[in-house]
């Protein structure tokens, strides 16, 4: 595998289910970000993660729960989720501190809660 | 905390034509703009970018102009091509602040054969 994988590709979960996503980075990089991507709006900041170290919680719900156990990994937890967060969760990576900013983008996990 | 507007919102061209995308920033202080390019299905993919200390980018057939002063930026795509349909997102952040970036609303483009 290259580049960033997410898995699932898709996911269908009830309100009261549990559920993770996954990502993964394969580019030696040491920041990694979840988005949110749905069809009325931008693509929205959720989480970043520098050096496995969280910098930015950009005020969304603790129903969504990140974890990145290591630089290469970044996971989100998901528990009773409402209709209104299905949406394309995208999970990115980039190496801060080289000047180079640009973000890898995942395929994406498409969410649909019920 | 930072604000990015983008125009149009949809935006349908001739092949062959010029297509220009433009964006405004809220806060001074930012000084990277990237553009993505999200085909349909696709993730989105870095096309090109700009620092506050040019004006103006260019590479191939896309270009991108900064204007600090006014706060906005544009893409311009010249002799679009039928691969040129996709959305095209913007995005500025503070590059000393580290990496969060702030998107705009994206525009999707389609190039007519």
């Known amino acids: 595998e290259t580049g960033v994988t997410q898995t699932p590709r898709h996911l269908v979960m009830g309100m009261t289910n549990k559920k993770s996503l996954k990502c993964e980075q394969h580019?030696?990089?040491?920041?990694m970000y979840w988005y949110k991507q749905s069809a009325k709006k931008p693509l929205e900041l959720m989480f970043v993660y520098n050096f496995k170290e969280q910098t930015e919680n950009n005020s969304v719900p603790s129903r969504f729960s990140p974890e990145c156990p290591n630089s290469s990994h970044l996971f989100l937890h998901l528990h009773t989720l409402q209709p209104e967060d299905s949406a394309l969760y995208l999970c990115?990576?980039?190496?801060?501190?080289?000047?180079?900013?640009?973000?890898?983008f995942g395929p994406g996990t498409r969410l649909t809660v019920l | 905390g930072e604000n990015v507007e983008q125009h149009p919102s949809t935006l349908s061209v001739q092949e062959g034509d010029s297509a220009v995308i433009k964006c405004t920033y809220s806060?001074?202080?930012?000084?990277?703009f990237p553009w993505y390019k999200q085909e349909l299905g696709k993730r989105p993919q870095l096309i090109i970018d700009i620092r506050s200390n040019v004006g103006e980018k260019k590479d191939q057939r896309i270009a991108v102009t900064l204007n600090k002063t006014a706060k906005h930026f544009s893409l311009h795509i010249t002799e679009t091509q039928p691969e040129d349909s996709a959305v095209y997102f913007c995005a500025a952040s503070i590059q000393a602040a580290g990496n969060k970036l702030t998107f705009g609303g994206g525009t999707r483009v389609l190039v007519k054969p």
């Open positions: 580019l030696g990089h040491n920041a």
């Open positions: 990115a990576s980039s190496q801060i501190g080289t000047g180079d900013n640009e973000q890898f």
């Open positions: 806060d001074s202080a930012s000084n990277y």
